[in-house]
Each structure stands twice: as structure tokens, then as C-alpha cells.
């Protein structure tokens, strides 16, 4: 079953228009991965699913309810967490201010009770609690803006180019999270430029570009579509199966 059906899409920002026609469903329990080109809309898709983005037509159907029109923490309300791309952290506050804003709204007792869990999912962090945000490594900080938005307890997860810039054996451990979180029953929306690791994860892959989906269905088939890769992501035909190029 569908827990989110991105229909018909048109949206942007004022006058920009940015994506066109934009179909996506996401199934309850999987990981489904967005990729495309700098530009292509991939962050203003999850803008759009968050009530970021302006809307003109189509709709964003989450757990059977049309959610175009709300506003971001009534969309969080609902179970929808976003790890932005970047700013998605607070640099000058500690990583234990930083869960303790992430929880605003719930109760001391609850906010203990979702700490310690989330803790359990990033143990380092465990370490870190003292720690400036703005002083943590780039993997921790990921780990960190994840943690953030786990705290609202989401059944569905926007993921916006979590593993970007990160040396592959952090790509490696991100992604091992992200695996982690749809065993404990969180769907996955995870948006990344072209990381080959990340369709090693994915369920269902749409690939975005100007705009428009240019492919969806199974990683395999995109991975064996040479031309499509070559074309939008720049990925040279030359290159192996899961060359490190490609993370
Ligand atoms: N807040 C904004 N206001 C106006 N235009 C915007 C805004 N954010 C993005 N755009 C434009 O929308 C288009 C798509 O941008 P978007 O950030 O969605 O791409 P992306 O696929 O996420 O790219 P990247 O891989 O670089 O993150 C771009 O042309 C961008 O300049
Ligand atoms: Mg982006």
C-alpha cells in the first residue's frame, strides 16, 4: 500500500516553476530513492511534499488524505519527518540542545523515553552530547539531523542528500542507518545526486531531471539503462558496477 502518492505534480517557487507532472509513490515499509542532476527538483519535490514549496496543481496524498495547503508542522504532525539539505542543524547549540529543540511538545518523561531510543540508533552521538553541533565531523553531523527529525517519531522520512561529500566508509555507515530505520518500520523517501550506494538500498528508484521523472522502477533496470545514466547523470559508460566513483 501507498503511504505517500505525489500526483500529478506541478509546483515551485512564485514565478519559477520547477517541476512538471511529477508522479511518485512511495510504498508503507520501503525505501524509495530520488536521484537526478544538480537543478533537476529533487529538493524542491521534498519542499513540496513538507508544504515548502507552492503547489499550482496535483496533489500530495499521505496515509489517504490530500496534505497540499498545510502548513510544515502540521504535515510533521502528521508523521512526515525532512532532513533539509543543509542548515539542518543548530552549529552554535550542543547536540543535547539540539534533541531537546527537536522535541518540543513532548512531555519530560516522553522526551527521556525518545532520547534514549534514538541515542540506541546513533550510540556515537551518545558521546557527543556535550559537543557544539558546528564542531562534529560531516558524518556526525548527518547522524545528528537525522536523529533530529526522529524525535518527532515519523512513519514516513525525507531524506535530502544525506550522504553528499561524505568519504565512502561514512556513505557506507549512513546508509546502513537509513537500512536500519525501514527495519523498524520507517518508509524512506531519500533524495541523493548519484550515489550507487544509495540505489543498493532502494526498493524503487525515480530518476528526476529538468523538472520531469525521466524513469521509474527497479534499481537493477535503471543501473543497466547505460545511455539514461550517461545522459543525465554523467556516469561514463566505462565505469564498473559499483565503482567507488560512483558513491
Ligand atoms: N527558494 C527558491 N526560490 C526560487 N527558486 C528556487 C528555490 N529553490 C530552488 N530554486 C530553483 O529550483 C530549481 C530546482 O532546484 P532544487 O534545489 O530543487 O534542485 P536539486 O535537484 O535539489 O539540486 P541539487 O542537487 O543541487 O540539490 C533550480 O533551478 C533552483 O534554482
Ligand atoms: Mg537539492
Redesign the pocket.
Known sequence: MSLLYVKNLYSGYGKIRVLFNVNVEVVEGSITAIIGPNGAG??TLLNSIYGLADVYSGEVIFDKRNIVGLKPHQISALGIGYVP?SNNVFSSLTVYENLRLASTGLSKTEFVKKVNEVLEIFPKLKELLDRRAGTLSGGERRMLAIALALMKKPRLLLL??ITTDLAPIMVKRVLEKVVELKKMGITILL?EQYAHRALEIADRVYLLASGEIRFAGEPQELLSKKELLEIYLGVQKSFGEGSSQLS
Open positions: 529533487k529538493t539539505q535530502d542528500e533524495v
